[in-house]
């Protein structure tokens, strides 16, 4: 049994809450210098370099990429032989929030209620995801999220009958109708099967998958790769000004399905896809 205090989640969590802010991790680098490359629109190429230019001087001056510092969404792996000693873990993870958001200076977006919208002025509660899995080893991805892009996700409860062809055209449609609103170019998370939730969280975790990587099942790896070029070929391009890059990835998650459905989620996220992850 592996012994991990509350003291090292939070200052992880701190030091992950700047890290995912001021810096964006090298997949997403290298493919949104892919996509300077590949722009056919000068307008776009200027956009892309633009932004290339932003992430630059924000590691250069550890200042925020985005003046949307996202709500902290935080993935946790729970080895089953770990016990967490100083409190409790989901009390620890907002703590570092807490302590990161303010030593950080990140912009504190989170209102404490959804209709008398009180600012927490902490950027707490974090979203947290949890999952109890085999080993003694705590592993956390922090993901700001970004709320931009995160209005234009959809979920569609699709009938069985519409099969592999009709889930492409609805993430399509969402595509299409996030248009500028997402700030392309975009990053498609995708969630097929499960319930409801399941295929939203399952978009939600695809997210954090290294662009470029994709599915290892061979049709999901081919359906991202159509949906990648078909999306491209909406011609929205960066910032929505047009072009030929209008996402960097789109990564897909599947899971088993009840014989009456297929959920299909879509969670967008911009060009500023956040995600640390550490293991303690
Ligand atoms: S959606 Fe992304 S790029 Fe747009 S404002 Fe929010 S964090 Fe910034």
Redesign the pocket.
């Known amino acids: 049994m592996k012994v991990i205090h509350t003291e090292q989640i939070i200052e992880n969590i701190k030091e992950m809450c700047m890290e995912a802010n001021y810096y964006l991790s090298e997949d997403m680098k290298d493919v949104l210098c892919e996509a300077a490359e590949k722009e056919e629109s000068p307008l776009g190429c200027q956009i892309l370099n633009q932004l290339k230019e932003n992430l630059d001087i924000a590691g250069e001056n550890q200042i925020p ?6 709500m902290a969404v935080v993935f946790a792996s729970v080895g089953q032989d770990v016990r967490i000693e100083g409190g409790v873990l989901s009390d620890a993870i907002n703590e570092g929030v807490r302590q990161g958001y303010t030593e950080g200076y990140l912009r504190k977006s989170v209102v404490k209620d959804p209709f008398i919208r009180e600012n927490t002025k902490d950027n707490t509660p974090a979203v947290i995801h949890y999952d109890i899995v085999p080993g003694d080893t705590l592993t956390l991805t922090l993901a700001p999220k ?5 209005n234009m996700s959809r979920i569609f409860m699709l009938k069985p009958a519409d099969g592999m062809e009709g889930a492409k055209e609805a993430i399509l449609s969402a595509v299409k109708e996030a248009g500028p609103n ?2 392309p170019p975009v990053v498609v998370g995708v969630g097929i099967g499960g319930t409801f939730e399941k295929a939203a969280l399952m978009a939600k975790q695809a997210l954090t998958r290294k662009a470029g990587e994709h599915s290892e099942i061979p049709y999901v790896k081919e359906m991202e790769e159509e949906l990648l070029e078909k999306i491209n070929g909406l011609g929205i391009g960066p910032a929505g000004l047009g072009g030929t890059v209008t996402a960097l990835a789109v990564n897909i998650n599947t899971y088993p399905t009840h014989i009456a459905g297929l959920p299909v989620a879509v969670n967008m ?4 896809n956040r995600h640390v992850t550490r293991t303690l």
């Open positions: 990429i985005c003046q949307d510092t996202g970004g709320f931009g892009s995160e997402a700030c996220c911009c060009h500023v």
